[in-house]
């Protein structure tokens, strides 16, 4: 079946880095966008980025831009956020998930993980 397992959220300073893996299984998806979304408590889910898996075209939250950076590693399969100066607001559980619809729009991803928890303290 379709997996696809985040990890290296924890506990950070605001100005610290993490980055964030998704490893996908179960499947080609070669022809689906990745992308990675996060909700904050009592939040909607919001988009952060995507890549393309075929061409590594890349999609970002204009207000995320220049602060997290998104990537792929064919060989791996696996789907990594850079998250750089964080900030406390950046706290939220970060979810990666797979669609062939539109990148930025949750409800058009068919598989989604399990979410990874990001914690930035000030």
């Known amino acids: 079946q379709v997996q696809l397992v985040e990890s290296g959220g924890g506990l950070v300073q605001a100005g610290g880095s993490l980055r964030l893996s998704c490893a996908a299984s179960?499947?080609?998806?070669?022809?689906?966008?990745m992308g990675w979304f996060r909700q904050a408590p009592g939040k909607e889910r919001d988009f952060v980025a995507a890549?393309?898996?075929?061409?590594?075209?890349?999609y970002y939250k204009d207000s995320l831009k220049g602060r997290f950076t998104i990537s792929r590693d064919n060989a791996k399969n696996t789907v990594y956020l850079q998250l750089n100066s964080l900030k406390p607001e950046d706290t939220a559980v970060y979810y990666c998930?797979?669609?062939?619809?539109?990148?930025?729009?949750?409800?058009?991803?068919?598989?989604w993980g399990q979410g990874t928890q990001v914690t930035v303290s000030s």
């Open positions: 998930g797979a669609t062939t619809g539109v990148p930025g729009w949750r409800y058009s991803y068919d598989y």
């Open positions: 179960g499947r080609t998806f070669s022809s689906y966008t």
């Open positions: 890549i393309r898996w075929s061409d590594g075209t890349t």
